[in-house]
């Protein structure tokens, strides 16, 4: 639904995207309407008239299922249920179902189920006497628990065995991190959009062999692979999750420890698809994210991909609007040194090697130095430690004291 005086051409392309999403739920799109009003209708979105439209035309083509491309609030989700005599689902739900379908490891599977309960539980209602019959169950239920409270507990019971698990898993993540800081490397991940072609990429640029398929969120995982520069440096590099106009909150939430990688690291790797339509678009709605995860502040560089099949036009305005970028086709290799130059640029200008005197009293920052950088010299001389090493530049300057 777009409001009057929004952008219509927008919200087609919204609409397009939701229809592309829905085919790789495993529905077959069959009809999508455009929906223009002042202001959501606080009981059935669309409004009355609308809805009575709408209701005749499913029933006309027979839909099993009526997908919106807002978010529904739970008395919405049910009005509308009861008038299309289907299910009804929003773009949340949507994207928490194709995630549950992609999500091959057991964190990833944790992780979206999370995401499912946090998204169900403020729709749990009880249905007639089935959920609202007085139980007394013994160890579940007390006297007088309905059955829609036994079903919330038990959701939050849930929740909370699977945020332990979550947690356990994301100390690994961390050992695995710090033992990836102890290696000196520095740090570059690809992120961008979902079906950008980040993965065919990423295993250009490393030899890996990380799934690649044409179809939305292939990838939920988190890899990490050595990358040789031309230079002669080593760095590593990270695949990411594919991100997504409005990517519902529950879902960032509970890939968050997942999300946090891509905020740790030196260098982003922006992928851009230059085929799609609206690439400008695709490019604020993973800054967005970005900034959700609080990785606004890392450096950026923006690579245009799919130019074997993008408009030669297009790929020279988004080069020259968006300075500093560069273009690639990930699928035949072309122009992937222009890539790698950059990633080699980007990392020199976000790490800074210097040379410090550590007081021998402080080997606690020498420690330090060991896991934030790359100790390229170390040397004990009589006033304290002499190190050189290369850090994050924002690291760099929490030493400027200790410059010799």
């Known amino acids: ?81 009861q008038a299309f005599q289907c299910d009804v689902v929003d773009r949340v739900a949507l994207i928490l179902d194709i995630f549950a379908q992609h999500a091959h490891t057991h964190e990833g599977r944790l992780q979206v189920e999370l995401a499912q309960h946090r998204y169900r539980l403020p729709r749990l209602r009880g249905k007639g006497v089935e959920l609202s ?71 250009r640029l490393t030899d890996a062999h990380v799934l690649v398929e044409d179809r939305l969120f292939a990838t939920l995982g988190f890899t990490v692979r050595r990358l040789d520069l031309p230079d002669g440096h080593k760095a590593l590099m990270s695949d990411t999750v594919g991100f997504v106009r409005r990517l519902p909150h529950e879902l960032v939430e509970a890939f968050r420890s997942t999300l946090d990688e891509a905020a740790d690291a030196d260098l982003l790797v922006h992928v851009v698809d230059a085929s799609d339509p609206d690439p400008d678009g695709q490019i604020v709605a993973v800054r967005d994210v970005l900034t959700e995860i609080g990785a606004a502040a890392v450096p950026e560089i923006l690579v245009f991909n799919k130019i074997d099949v993008a408009e030669p036009a297009v790929v020279q305005r988004l080069l020259t609007v968006y300075e500093g970028s560069v273009s690639v086709s990930a699928l035949t290799g072309e122009h992937v040194d222009d890539v790698t130059g950059a990633i080699v640029n980007g990392l020199e200008a976000a790490t800074a090697t210097v040379s410090l005197l550590i007081p021998y009293d402080r080997g606690d920052l020498v420690a330090t130095l060991h896991d934030a950088g790359e100790v390229l010299d170390e040397q004990h001389a009589e006033a304290g430690t002499e190190i050189k090493v290369r850090l994050p530049a924002a690291t760099a300057e929490r030493f400027a004291n200790y410059l010799r």
């Not at 309407?33 to 439209?53: C, H």
């Open 133 to 203: 019959r007085l139980g007394a169950g013994i160890g579940t239920r007390g006297p007088g628990e309905t059955k829609l409270e036994t079903d919330r507990r038990r959701i939050l019971e849930r929740m909370s065995k699977i945020e332990r698990e979550l947690k356990e898993a994301s100390r690994s993540r961390d050992t695995r991190a710090k033992s990836r800081k102890r290696s000196g490397l520095p740090m570059a991940a690809i992120v961008g959009y979902t079906n950008a072609g980040k993965s065919t990429l990423f295993n």
């Open 1 to 81: 639904m777009v409001r009057d005086g929004g952008k219509v051409a927008e919200g087609d392309r919204s609409l397009d995207e939701l229809q592309l999403l829905t085919d790789t739920a495993g529905s077959e799109p069959v009809e999508a309407v455009l929906v223009r009003r002042g202001r959501p209708d606080p009981a059935t979105f669309i409004g009355k008239g609308k809805l009575s439209e709408l209701v005749a035309e499913s029933h006309m083509l027979d839909i099993d299922v009526v997908v919106f491309d807002n978010e529904l609030s739970p008395a919405q989700q049910r009005n509308l249920q």
